[in-house]
C-alpha cells in the first residue's frame, strides 16, 4: 500500500466511517492537535524518564489514539460502532496518579516556568500541547459532535503531565524553574 493517495490534494480529507471535510475543518483540527501531542509525549519518553513514568506515558498514548479516533469519527456512523469508548477510569487513574506523585513533591510556592531536565522541558511542552487540544475539542463538545468525556480526559490529561514535568525534575535532583516576577519598577 502507498503511503500516498493523492485524495487530500485539494485541501479536503476523509473522516472514519465517510463523509469528506476540508482539512480545516474544526474535527481535524482537533484529532491533529492529539495527533501532536502523541507525537510530544513520544519524544518526552525519549528522554530518560524514570520507569513508572515511561509506562504511563505508553499507556496514555494507547488512550490517545483513542480520544483521536472519537474525534475522527462522526457520531451516528457505522464506524462510530466500532470505536473503543473513552473510559471514565482513564480520568480517574490520571487523578489517583497525580496524588501519588504529589506525595513525593515538594509543595509548590512558586509559579514554575517550564524547564528543567529534557524530560520535564517535553513534558511541559506536551502539557502546553493537550491543553490546545483542549480547547479545540471544546467546540465540538457544545456542538454535540464529541462525547464531553474527550474535554475531561484533556482536562486530566493536561494536569498529570505538569506534575509529571516537576516529578522528573526532582528525581533528577533538578529544581523547578520558579517564576520571580521582574520588580524593578515597570509599571
Not at 504529589?102 to 517550564?114: C, G, S, V
Not at 506536551?126 to 457544545?142: D, F, I, K, N, P
Amino acid at each position: 500500500m502507498k503511503i500516498y493517495t493523492k485524495s487530500g490534494d485539494a485541501g479536503e480529507t476523509g473522516l472514519f466511517g465517510g463523509g469528506r471535510v476540508a482539512k480545516d475543518d474544526a474535527r481535524v483540527d482537533a484529532y491533529g492537535e492529539v495527533d501532536e501531542l502523541n507525537a510530544t509525549l513520544g519524544m518526552a519518553r525519549g528522554f530518560s524518564l524514570p520507569a513508572d513514568l515511561d509506562a504511563l506515558l505508553q499507556r496514555v498514548q494507547d488512550q490517545l489514539f483513542t480520544v483521536g479516533s472519537v474525534l475522527a469519527t462522526p457520531t451516528g456512523t457505522k464506524a462510530s460502532s466500532y470505536i473503543p469508548e473513552l473510559k471514565a477510569s482513564w480520568a480517574e487513574d490520571m487523578e489517583h496518579a497525580i496524588d501519588r506523585f504529589e506525595e513525593e513533591l515538594p509543595k509548590m510556592t512558586h509559579f514554575i516556568l517550564p524547564g528543567g531536565t529534557q524530560a520535564a522541558a517535553a513534558l511541559h511542552l506536551g502539557r502546553t500541547v493537550c491543553r490546545r487540544c483542549e480547547r479545540r475539542s471544546v467546540s465540538l463538545v457544545r456542538a454535540g459532535e464529541v462525547p464531553a468525556s474527550v474535554v475531561v480526559y484533556l482536562n486530566r490529561l493536561s494536569d498529570l503531565l505538569f506534575v509529571m514535568a516537576r516529578l522528573a525534575n526532582h528525581r533528577a535532583g533538578v529544581p523547578d524553574v520558579k517564576w520571580i516576577p521582574e520588580t524593578s519598577g515597570a509599571k
